[in-house]
Every structure is written in C-alpha cells, then in structure tokens.
C-alpha cells in the first residue's frame, strides 16, 4: 500500500532554475516527513526535513512547504546546479521508524 | 567508523540458494533498520531493532526472510530459499534513538537471483 505519493516521476530544469517536487501523505499519525538525495550506487542521504508544527524549513537552497490540512508537502530547491542532479524520496513516518517512501522524482539539472 | 557498512555490496546467486548479507551501523546506534529497493522505486521497510531486539517487522517479510541483530551491534539479514522476486537492492540504516534521529544509510546489498 502506497502511503506516501510523490510527483513528478522526473523532472528536467535548467541550472539556475528552481526544482518543485511534491508529496502527498495519508496517515494523520505520520509526524516526521524527511527528504533524501540518491545519487546512482549509494544508499538515501537526508537531505532535510520536518515536522508538521511548522509550515517551512530552509537550509541554505532547500525548502520544504508543509500544508497539515492538505496533507502535502513539497521540496523546492533554488538556483539548482547540475550536482544536483540526483533522485530525491520523500518519506513520512512516525517517529523516524517504518519510514514509507515516495517512488523517488529523478532529477536532471541542464547546464 | 565513518558510517553505515554493508557486505557484500554485491551478490548473484541462483534461485532456491540462501544469502546472508551483513550491516554494520555507526557504533553509537542502537536502532538499524533494514529497507528493500527495487528499481524505480523507493525504499519499503522489512524490519527495525532497537538494540538487540526486533521490534517491527513489516508484511514484506516473509517466512523466508530472517533477520537478527546479535549483542546490538552489527545485523544480519538472511534469505532462505531465494526467489527471482527478492532481487532488489537491500539497505540498512541505523539511528540514535529519539523521534529527531537523522537515519543514516548504507550504500546497499545489490542482490541478483538468477
């Protein structure tokens, strides 16, 4: 069962460009809702994250925008670079056990 | 100790052999998680202990599946009978406990049953 639906399945934005993805949740119980960046051969590394009594968190180009009543939540990074490129998960959990993943939005920053 | 190990980072094996694959967290951890990824997909979760004990264990993990965490420290996952389904990536991450741990993971166990 898919707790967590994440969109796009990929996305293609021009350096310097600003990267939107976004996740939908299901479980009122989930209260830790993290981003992680994968690059190909290496395992998840968070990124950011947060929780729900706040509605944004910026750490230097990443933002995550957090709607409770709608229950979604989105990561938009700024002045996005080709190192960037990468595939970002969204994840919601209780706690930080049995994370639920989203499918992952592959990302492709162009020069 | 600069992170989460695991080992082999790579294995293929014929179907209806076992595997045990190996993680090693960051010393200081006492909660590791094992995840499973398939291509395309994000990471499901299959267990998580808390020290030695075993405390959650999705419906993803069948029968086949076993995993323990001896004295707290390093786990093992092990797959009996093994399936062309069960090839996927097998990811372990470990954590402090608390609700604000940041869970850090490993770079995977590539499995490949042919």
């Known amino acids: 069962q898919q707790q967590v639906k994440q969109s796009p399945q990929s996305l293609i934005v021009q350096k310097g460009g600003i990267s939107i993805i976004n996740c939908a949740y299901e479980?009122?119980?989930?209260?830790?809702f993290p981003w992680y960046q994968q690059f190909p051969g290496k395992g998840p590394a968070l990124l950011i994250a947060?929780?729900?009594?706040?509605s944004e968190k910026k750490e230097g180009r990443f933002t995550i925008s957090f709607n409770k009543s709608a229950k979604q939540f989105s990561l938009h990074i700024m002045d996005s670079q080709p190192g960037d490129s990468a595939t970002y998960f969204c994840?919601?959990?209780?706690?930080?056990?049995?994370?639920?993943f989203g499918a992952g939005t592959r990302l492709t920053v162009k020069p | 100790d600069t992170g989460v190990s695991q080992d082999p980072r790579h294995k293929i094996t014929k179907r209806g052999q076992n595997v045990t694959f190996r993680c090693d967290p960051i010393?200081?951890?006492?909660?590791l998680y094992w995840y499973r990824q398939t291509l395309g997909q994000g990471p499901e979760f299959l267990t998580y202990?808390?020290?030695?004990?075993?405390?959650?264990k999705s419906r993803l993990l069948s029968d086949r599946f076993s995993a323990e965490r001896p004295k707290g420290s390093f786990s093992t996952l092990e797959i009996q009978r093994t399936e062309q389904g069960d090839s996927a990536m097998y990811l372990c991450?470990?954590?402090?406990?608390?609700?604000?741990?940041?869970?850090?993971f490993g770079q995977g166990t590539r499995l490949t049953v042919v």
């Open positions: 991450a470990s954590s402090l406990m608390g609700a604000r741990a940041e869970a850090f």
């Open positions: 994840a919601a959990s209780k706690g930080n056990n049995d994370m639920r």
């Open positions: 010393s200081e951890h006492n909660r």
């Open positions: 947060i929780r729900p009594d706040v």
């Open positions: 479980n009122t119980a989930f209260d830790y």
């Open positions: 202990f808390q020290n030695e004990a075993q405390l959650e």
